[in-house]
């Protein structure tokens, strides 16, 4: 009854997990993401209190180390969702 919001995102999302889809662009464009994230830290650097950005950096981070994208599993280039897969 309340998985009706899953479907609707996976519908949208085209089938797979939004996970999986940002792993394969970041396979796909690495030198385009490395670029972006140089650049986004730019910006913080030069707009914003460095003890700002120092946390903000530290959360991202932890949150890249940790993080679910890469977390233990095999790049499998154009993976599927098991869960909620329709078929």
């Given at each position: 009854?309340?998985?009706?919001?899953?479907?609707?995102?996976?519908?949208?999302?085209?089938?797979?997990?939004?996970?999986?889809?940002?792993?394969?662009?970041?396979?796909?464009?690495?030198?385009?993401?490395?670029?972006?994230?140089?650049?986004?830290?730019?910006?913080?650097?030069?707009?914003?209190?460095?003890?700002?950005?120092?946390?903000?950096?530290?959360?991202?981070?932890?949150?890249?180390?940790?993080?679910?994208?890469?977390?233990?599993r095999e790049y499998i280039a154009g993976q599927r969702g098991s869960a909620m897969a329709p078929d």
């Amino acid at each position: 009854m309340t998985d009706w919001y899953k479907k609707l995102i996976w519908s949208w999302a085209g089938g797979r997990p939004l996970t999986y889809q940002l792993r394969d662009l970041w396979h796909k464009a690495e030198i385009v993401w490395i670029l972006g994230l140089v650049a986004v830290g730019v910006v913080l650097g030069h707009n914003f209190d460095w003890g700002w950005v120092l946390g903000l950096m530290g959360v991202f981070t932890l949150g890249f180390i940790f993080g679910h994208l890469f977390w233990g599993r095999e790049y499998i280039a154009g993976q599927r969702g098991s869960a909620m897969a329709p078929d």
